[in-house]
């Protein structure tokens, strides 16, 4: 028997944009001699403080397998079965303390809560990282929501984005809300765009990434793109220009995966880095002149977005409960606004004349 926390939080070194892969918290191989008994009973006798409820809205969202397949919570358990329970993060054993921090919420029913993460904000503990987090905020905020106020360090977290990326996150409010969510991201049901503002042009109006990621060789603090597909993991980044300003291009991306950092190395990859993305090099010039106005241009953009300009600005999932579609916007926040309208501002001097 291989046991792990059940609710435990991952042990990231590296602010992630999603991962969807499922992490396995219990395996139990069921002896010759067991009685044929339902699972939810079998694994409530066997897992210390979790209830029989919470055992179902696994089962419930094809969470609990037996011999790799999913099962119901009437299933029978049988001689020499191999149950395995899986989650969507990875288990670690951390207790976290709620904090009375501001968090912008759009919508929250007794099942799920979306917001608006704003730029600098850590969405999990980890790594010196243990207060002033989303989590910490969500479990104030929730202190009165049983998911909540267990002192569980990843309650209701089913994906995530970066500590300098804003935009849309949906946390659950319920064991049931968490199972249906984490499948959704798992099964790549959910519906995401982002806007960045990239570095060069493009001749194509649309295109498609596809490379393996992994963490990068050289620096374990980084990703990167294996080429030969035989490191990292499978990842595609669909994009489409928004608008062009010659020396950086405002795209759209739609993650047909979801790796860790995937939008920002998958565009490094293609030597068209994220503006201001100070961890893949697009916080110099890549393109642009040699002028010093030019640069001292740069220099105020990147100090109005002093971050990689990277927003997730849409979200689509099913709602766990009503089965209803939900999807909800996030516009442009005011730093990247700003830079695009410099940059807006400055090809047009250039078309009229200006440099």
């Not at 597909?229 to 739609?254: D, I, N, S």
């Not at 565009?267 to 201001?276: D, S």
């Not at 977005?305 to 516009?331: D, I, N, V, W």
Request: charged share 25%.
């Amino acid at each position: 028997m291989r046991m792990g926390d059940f609710n435990g939080e991952y042990d990231d070194t590296l602010d992630s944009v999603e991962e969807q892969e499922l992490f396995e918290h219990f395996h139990f191989d069921v002896d010759r001699g067991q009685a044929m008994i339902r699972i939810d009973k079998f694994l409530t006798s066997k897992i210390q403080n979790v209830s029989r409820n919470r055992i179902q809205a696994a089962t419930d969202a094809g969470n609990i397998l037996v011999n790799g397949k999913a099962v119901k919570s009437s299933y029978k358990v049988k001689p020499l079965d191999s149950i395995s329970i899986v989650m969507a993060y990875p288990p670690r054993d951390t207790t976290i303390l709620p904090e009375d921090l501001p968090i912008n919420i759009i919508y929250e029913d007794e099942q799920l809560i979306v917001l608006n993460k704003d730029a600098g904000m850590v969405v999990h503990p980890g790594h010196g990282n243990f207060s002033g987090t989303l989590v910490n905020a969500l479990m104030y905020h929730l202190k009165d929501v049983p998911l909540f106020s267990s002192g569980e360090v990843r309650p209701g977290l089913v994906h995530r984005i970066d500590r300098n990326t804003s935009g849309i996150l949906v946390v659950a409010k319920t064991e049931l809300a968490m199972n249906h969510l984490a499948r959704q991201f798992f099964e790549r049901t959910t519906q995401r765009k982002y806007i960045a503002l990239v570095w060069g042009d493009f001749d194509e109006d649309e295109g498609t990434i596809t490379g393996n990621i992994g963490r990068s060789v050289r620096d374990r603090k980084k990703m990167q793109v294996f080429a030969d597909g035989e490191q990292g993991k499978h990842a595609v980044t669909h994009w489409k220009v928004v608008e062009r300003f010659g020396y950086v291009t405002l795209v759209e991306c739609r993650l047909e995966t979801g790796r860790t950092h995937q939008i920002r190395v998958h565009f490094e990859y293609i030597r068209h880095p994220l503006f201001n993305d100070d961890q893949y090099g697009g916080n110099t010039i890549v393109k642009g002149t040699t002028f010093s106005k030019f640069k001292q241009f740069v220099d105020n953009c990147f100090s109005i977005c002093p971050r990689h300009a990277l927003h997730a600005q849409s979200l689509g999932f099913t709602h766990p409960t009503s089965g209803k579609a939900m999807y909800f916007e996030s516009p442009i926040p005011e730093d990247m606004q700003m830079v695009i309208e410099k940059w807006r501002t400055y090809t047009s001097s250039k078309v009229s004349g200006g440099e």
